[in-house]
């Protein structure tokens, strides 16, 4: 069974997350995201990588996280591509072996999907940068079951903490660790003084209800 697991350094994470914004709230002029949907909050942590301290800061925390939680660890498959870059530089301080995958195969050569070197039923953990609604992360998990890995968990940077997604998780049988997700932020973005407590509201009654929100209702 799936099941969540709270890592302890939350507010940090999403203190150094804000600081950089790679998290920007935007309450009353809301982004339209890929989906279509109306969101108060962007989240981009690619823009981590241009600071190199908070980028170590991060990479040593996926690590804690990976060693502490998944000992059992033998491969780490990063999600292309927010997810290429954290998970070979966590394979690289663990010295553990890396893949990548791709949203799908590739159109010449090989054809290939998974890229690099790996060993059916080698105990996989996939490293993703953002959890929305879980949907690419378990197209993943999918395709490393369907080449005879053995999906151990997954850890992610952030997790806008979307009832469904965890529900997607568990009925796939997947532990997964978020180094900091929304409610943190939020209450940081708070006390920081960053958002107004209307603005909180507005934002916590985004997350019950993303796909059907509308500014200003």
Same mark, same amino acid.
């Given at each position: ?144 079951? /369907?080449?005879?890995?053995?999906? +151990?968990?997954? @850890? $992610?940077?952030? =997790? *806008? ?6 529900? /997607?998780?568990?009925?796939?049988? +997947?532990?997964? @660790? $978020?180094?900091? =997700? *929304? ?35």
């Amino acid at each position: 069974m799936a099941e969540k697991i709270i890592t302890t350094n939350e507010r940090a994470v999403a203190e150094k997350l804000l600081q950089v914004e790679a998290i920007r709230l935007s309450p009353q002029q809301p982004f339209t995201w890929s989906s279509g949907w109306k969101s108060p909050i962007y989240c981009d942590n690619r823009k981590v990588l241009g600071f190199p301290y908070i980028r170590d800061f991060i990479k040593s925390e996926l690590c804690n996280v990976i060693f502490a939680q998944f000992p059992e660890a033998a491969l780490l498959a990063g999600v292309a591509t927010a997810g290429i870059a954290w998970g070979a530089m966590a394979a690289d301080q663990l010295k553990l072996p890396y893949v990548y995958v791709r949203s799908k195969p590739k159109e010449h050569g090989l054809g290939q999907q998974i890229e690099g070197y790996y060993q059916k039923g080698q105990p996989t953990v996939v490293i993703e940068d953002l959890i929305s609604t879980g949907k690419s992360s378990l197209q993943v998990i999918d395709i490393l079951r /369907a080449e005879g890995l053995e999906v +151990v968990g997954l @850890v $992610s940077i952030f =997790n *806008y903490g979307f009832s469904a997604a965890g529900e /997607a998780f568990e009925k796939a049988g +997947v532990p997964y @660790v $978020s180094l900091s =997700n *929304y409610p943190t932020l939020i209450h940081l973005a708070l006390e920081k003084g960053l958002v107004s407590a209307q603005d909180e509201r507005v934002l916590l009654e985004w997350s019950k209800d993303p796909a059907a929100w509308q500014p200003g209702r």
